[in-house]
């Protein structure tokens, strides 16, 4: 078949892998004029998608750009003693269960992966899906048998199938702020951070890159454009304002920084995800909330499960409904913890952030079995490494 994917971050180019292993025509279009270098933050693959990785012969190179964090270090505005995370010892039994990546690091390894078996459009984007024939904003129309949507939270072949963006997302509650510096602070390998009521700020320090990570919690969604990056800066500038430490040292960085990312902690809800030739895969059908609720490791799931259903069934129809029953159950489990995830990361009130002080300097002293067995993290763990990859053929 002929299959049009849109979408060259990570559902996209992982998919479009396992279609042209099949023997599909595969064109990826992507609307950015070359891959995304978008300040993406670290995202967290567990063991199915690190199976995956497996599978396409990318795991030790996703592995050797693992972020590599030991340390987590943070502190309250105006405290002088922060709060540790021994990172390293708190992973190391899960470390062939768990890798944190850089998701631009990510994208570039699964674009590599299948760029010469599979065509990819980048600077254009699809205008209009009529049955077979698909026209592009700038390039001629053209005829697929299929059309998959990769493109995000903010998918444009959700609008163009389903409707207005509004009807599908729900916002919990956050907004989330990523940015690359370029000079390096601190020694990699550890991240440092400031947290307060409502809002808390970090630095990654890695061997290539300095990225920095604001997340927030406003009573109600902010309004601005997903591309509207000017507005973007001045909200953040706006909620950050005299947190001071790391906060103030990105942000006295924000006007120079040569990747920007800014959006609402938004979860995709759908009855479906497919409808006629078109289906929708990742964060555009199914997003459980960006940096909380692993959505990546989840995108890269369900683009190899949906390239294996369709290698299954005969009939797209068959095979689109057999990809969203099996994985219902994982969208469901990866929204609840999002959820939850959300409300613990960023300290709601004055009694929440003393809590979650102390509690940190509490795990610090407790052996690591007993700290994996208390913390979020090994909740997350559980709710991704319960889904089993079938073998498909072909």
């Given at each position: 078949m002929?299959?049009?994917?849109?979408?060259?971050?990570?559902?996209?180019?992982?998919?479009?892998?396992?279609?042209?292993?099949?023997?599909?025509?595969?064109?990826?279009?992507?609307?950015?004029p070359?891959?995304?270098?978008?300040?993406?933050?670290?995202?967290?693959?567990?063991?199915?998608?690190?199976?995956?990785?497996?599978?396409?012969?990318?795991?030790?190179?996703?592995?050797?750009?693992?972020?590599?964090?030991?340390?987590?270090?943070?502190?309250?505005?105006?405290?002088?003693?922060?709060?540790?995370?021994?990172?390293?010892?708190?992973?190391?039994?899960?470390?062939?269960?768990?890798?944190?990546?850089?998701?631009?690091?990510?994208?570039?390894?699964?674009?590599?992966?299948?760029?010469?078996?599979?065509?990819?459009?980048?600077?254009?984007?699809?205008?209009?899906?009529?049955?077979?024939?698909?026209?592009?904003?700038?390039?001629?129309?053209?005829?697929?048998?299929?059309?998959?949507?990769?493109?995000?939270?903010?998918?444009?072949?959700?609008?163009?199938?389903?409707?207005?963006?509004?009807?599908?997302?729900?916002?919990?509650?956050?907004?989330?702020?990523?940015?690359?510096?370029t000079?390096?602070?601190?020694?990699?390998?550890?991240?440092?951070?400031?947290?307060?009521?409502?809002?808390?700020?970090m630095?990654?320090?890695?061997?290539?890159?300095?990225?920095?990570?604001?997340?927030?919690?406003?009573?109600?969604?902010?309004?601005?454009?997903?591309?509207?990056?000017?507005?973007q800066?001045?909200?953040?500038?706006?909620?950050?304002?005299?947190?001071?430490?790391?906060?103030?040292?990105?942000?006295?960085?924000?006007?120079?920084?040569?990747?920007?990312?800014?959006?609402?902690?938004?979860?995709?809800?759908?009855?479906?995800?497919?409808?006629?030739?078109?289906?929708?895969?990742?964060?555009?059908?199914?997003?459980?909330?960006?940096?909380?609720?692993?959505?990546?490791?989840?995108?890269?799931?369900?683009?190899?499960?949906?390239?294996?259903?369709?290698?299954?069934?005969?009939?797209?129809?068959?095979?689109?409904?057999?990809?969203?029953?099996?994985?219902?159950?994982?969208?469901?489990?990866?929204?609840?913890?999002?959820?939850?995830?959300?409300?613990?990361?960023?300290p709601?009130?004055?009694?929440?952030?003393?809590?979650?002080?102390?509690?940190?300097?509490?795990?610090?002293?407790?052996?690591?079995?007993?700290?994996?067995?208390?913390?979020a993290s090994?909740?997350g763990?559980?709710?991704?490494?319960?889904?089993?990859?079938?073998?498909?053929?072909?």
């Open positions: 002929r299959i049009l994917i849109s979408g060259a971050s990570v559902a996209g180019p992982l998919a479009a892998y396992w279609l042209a292993r099949r023997g599909h025509a595969v064109t990826v279009v992507e609307k950015a070359q891959l995304r270098k978008a300040g993406g933050h670290a995202v967290d693959l567990f063991r199915p998608a690190l199976e995956i990785a497996r599978r396409m012969g990318v795991h030790d190179r996703i592995a050797a750009r693992r972020t590599g964090v030991e340390l987590l270090s943070f502190r309250r505005p105006g405290d002088t003693r922060p709060a540790r995370i021994r990172v390293g010892a708190l992973t190391a039994r899960e470390a062939g269960d768990h890798v944190e990546i850089m998701r631009d690091d990510l994208s570039e390894i699964l674009y590599e992966a299948g760029r010469d078996h599979v065509e990819y459009v980048f600077g254009d984007s699809i205008a209009a899906i009529d049955d077979r024939v698909v026209t592009f904003d700038n390039g001629p129309a053209r005829e697929f048998d299929l059309v998959i949507g990769a493109d995000g939270l903010h998918s444009n072949v959700r609008r163009l199938t389903f409707g207005p963006e509004s009807e599908y997302t729900t916002w919990i509650g956050a907004h989330l702020a990523v940015l690359t510096v000079d390096h602070p601190g020694p990699p390998g550890r991240v440092d951070g400031v947290v307060a009521v409502d809002r808390l700020a630095i990654y320090h890695d061997h290539t890159n300095t990225r920095g990570f604001f997340l927030f919690r406003t009573p109600a969604p902010l309004d601005y454009h997903h591309r509207d990056v000017p507005r800066r001045t909200l953040l500038k706006e909620h950050f304002d005299g947190l001071g430490g790391e906060a103030a040292w990105l942000l006295d960085r924000l006007e120079d920084s040569p990747a920007f990312y800014f959006d609402s902690v938004t979860q995709s809800r759908m009855d479906t995800w497919s409808k006629g030739r078109v289906t929708l895969v990742g964060d555009a059908g199914y997003c459980p909330g960006p940096a909380v609720g692993g959505s990546t490791s989840l995108a890269m799931v369900g683009a190899y499960v949906l390239a294996g259903e369709l290698a299954r069934f005969p009939g797209h129809d068959h095979a689109f409904a057999s990809y969203e029953r099996e994985l219902a159950d994982y969208v469901q489990k990866s929204r609840t913890f999002a959820i939850r995830a959300a409300r613990r990361l960023v709601a009130n004055e009694r929440a952030l003393r809590t979650l002080m102390y509690g940190t300097r509490l795990l610090n002293r407790l052996p690591a079995p007993a700290v994996r067995l208390l913390t090994s909740v763990l559980r709710v991704h490494s319960s889904f089993r990859l079938r073998d498909y053929p072909g």
